[in-house]
Structures are given as C-alpha cells and as structure tokens.
C-alpha cells in the first residue's frame, strides 16, 4: 500500500504543521523548518576592509593579527573567505555608450619551475579617462598567439561586441589577433622608444654610437606624432640613412626596420581619432606591478589567480588618458 502522507525523517511518525514552515514529529518530538537558515547571528560586518588593507595597502597576516587581536589561522581564514567570496561575485560593467578599446598585458609567474602567464585586459570607453579591469586569465606556457585567443574568449559577449581596437606592446600574434577579430591595432610607443635607448646609461659619452641614437631618437619621434606629409617624407628617408651606416648597432638597426614595416600600428590613435585610443600600455603595465606586490606570497596558480581576481575587484578601473586629436 502506499504511503498516503508524509512522514518524519527521523522516526517515520506522522508530521504536525505549526505555521507555513515549521513541523514536528509526533514520535519523538523533534521540530525542523523545511526551508533551512544559515545558523547564527547576522552578520554585521564586512570583510572587505580586511581585503583592502592586506592588497591594497599590502598589510600583512601577522600585523592584522595584532590589529585584530586573533590568532594567524583566523585571520588567515577570514582573508581566504572573503577573497572567495568577492572573487565569486558576477562581473558588472556599467555600459558606456560608444565603443571601447581593449588593452592587453602579459605578467610572467613561474611555479615548481614551470612557466604561467597571467594575460591582463581592461576596456576604455571612448568618452572618459578610465580603463575597467576585465577577468585575468591565468594559463601555463609562455605568452603566444593561441593563449591569448582563449583569453579573449572569456570576455563577457556584450563588451566583446564594443571593442573597436587592441591596444598592446607589440607581442608575437598581437597582429594576428586584431585581424582576426577585425579590431584596430595601436602599438606602444613607450616600448618602441625604450628599445631605442637600451643600454645608453647615464654616460652617454661612453656609449658607441650615442649621438646616432640621438638622431633616430628624434625621428622615430616625427613619424610617431606628426600629421605633416612632407616632415613624414623627410623623416623615413632620415632613418634609412641612419641605419645604413656602419657605427649602427645591429638591434637599432633591426628594432628600426621592424618600426618601418609596421609604422601604421604605432598610428593608429591618428588615423581614428575618434576612438580616442591611449598609445602607451604603461596603465595596464602599472596594474600589474602591483598585482605582483599583492600576490607575493602565493604559492600556487589557484592561490594567484584568486588574490589577483579579488585585487582587480577591489581596484575597478585605473586612469588611462587617451590621446584625442582633433580633425
């Protein structure tokens, strides 16, 4: 026969209802909700201040242990749930109207002698001096076109659909990538310039081929900035001569050559500037060195991954001015 009502889990005696959420077992007495509480008193404060002293303000264990009068495990512990729990919250991104412009980074880590890539992305509206913090996406291996594919793919798909260029410091597949997605591509100037000066130190006098440096220096300067065909002209000539001579170090001269067949990447910002598109990575670049103090004392990708993930929550967005050039 079957059971034609219900019964108590505990003895299997008949169930007595007190209200719409209480009952009762009528062997042994016991009562239950059938819809569970969390147990204990509410809770009153928030563990969000603790995240900000210790990867903000790069406090650590042992000085809120004495703040907060626990012990190490217990603060230990209250750090590792609330990183958890800011780490689980869903993205949010208030949407701006017009497109964004992705900038992109690569952060080395290495582990148990095994190298892992933390790839960094931040949109910027076209309007606004503030880049927003995507998801970082931790991956082992060097940094390389197929990494950063999957990195993209985990950009939510409506900020996917508003990004109109990559902003990036010029890594193997940079290009690739931007075709492939049909964005514009905008080079880094401060990287290119370094590359440029590498090795001149403080003694200029002392360096081989100083003042030919100098010279590319101030062209390479012309063509990244000038809207003048004539001075564009002059400078492109300028450089060949430069670079064709004999006292002209080999990595000049092929950071050169490269600089010259990919000139309209490092252009961009001036043929759309619309877009107003940043030439530089260095905000993205800023943010992750201070990941890297923030997750010093990590000692596995998982432990990285959440500190880093918690850190970019916390922080939201860094200032990146664009560079607007009017028509």
């Known amino acids: 026969m079957t059971t034609q009502h219900a019964k108590s889990p505990c003895c299997q005696g008949s169930i007595y209802r007190f209200g719409k959420r209480r009952r009762q077992c009528s062997a042994c007495r016991k009562t239950w909700r059938i819809r569970q509480k969390r147990r204990g008193r509410n809770r009153k404060r928030s563990a969000r201040a603790l995240l900000e002293r210790i990867l903000l303000e790069q406090h650590t264990i042992a000085h809120e242990q004495k703040r907060l009068?626990?012990?190490r495990n217990a603060v230990a512990e209250r750090?590792?749930?609330?990183?958890?729990?800011v780490a689980g919250m869903p993205y949010r991104l208030k949407f701006l109207p017009g497109p964004y412009a992705l900038l992109g980074d690569g952060l080395y880590f290495k582990f148990k002698r095994?190298?892992?890539?933390?790839?960094?992305?931040?949109v910027k509206p076209r309007r606004g001096k503030k880049a927003y913090f995507l998801n970082p996406v931790l991956l082992e291996g060097r940094e390389c076109y197929e990494r950063w594919v999957k990195a993209v793919?985990?950009?939510p798909e409506p900020i996917e659909k508003r990004i109109m260029a990559f902003v990036s410091d010029g890594f193997r597949g940079s290009q690739a990538?931007?075709?492939?997605?049909?964005?514009?591509h905008q080079r880094c100037h401060f990287h290119l310039l370094a590359n440029l000066v590498r090795g001149k130190g403080k003694r200029r006098y002392r360096i081989r081929s100083s003042r030919l440096r100098d010279k590319l220096l101030e062209t390479t300067r012309i063509i990244l900035t000038s809207r003048n065909g004539r001075a564009l002209v002059q400078a492109r000539r300028r450089i060949r001569q430069l670079i064709n001579r004999q006292t002209c170090p080999p990595y000049i001269r092929k950071q050169a050559l490269e600089f010259m067949e990919r000139e309209q990447d490092f252009r961009t910002y001036l043929k759309d500037p619309n877009l107003n598109l940043p030439t530089?990575?260095?905000?993205?670049?800023?943010?992750?060195?201070?990941i890297r103090k923030a997750t010093r004392t990590?000692?596995?990708?998982?432990?990285?991954l959440l500190r880093a993930t918690t850190f970019l929550r916390l922080k939201r967005f860094v200032i990146c001015n664009g560079n607007h050039q009017p028509n």
């Open 177 to 184: 990538l931007s075709e492939q997605r049909s964005w514009l």
């Open 114 to 122: 095994k190298e892992w890539v933390m790839y960094l992305m931040a």
């Open 280 to 290: 530089t990575t260095n905000a993205i670049e800023s943010t992750g060195h201070m």
């Open 79 to 85: 750090y590792k749930n609330a990183m958890r729990v």
């Open 153 to 155: 793919a985990s950009i």
């Open 298 to 304: 990590a000692r596995t990708p998982a432990s990285l």
């Open 69 to 71: 009068g626990l012990s």
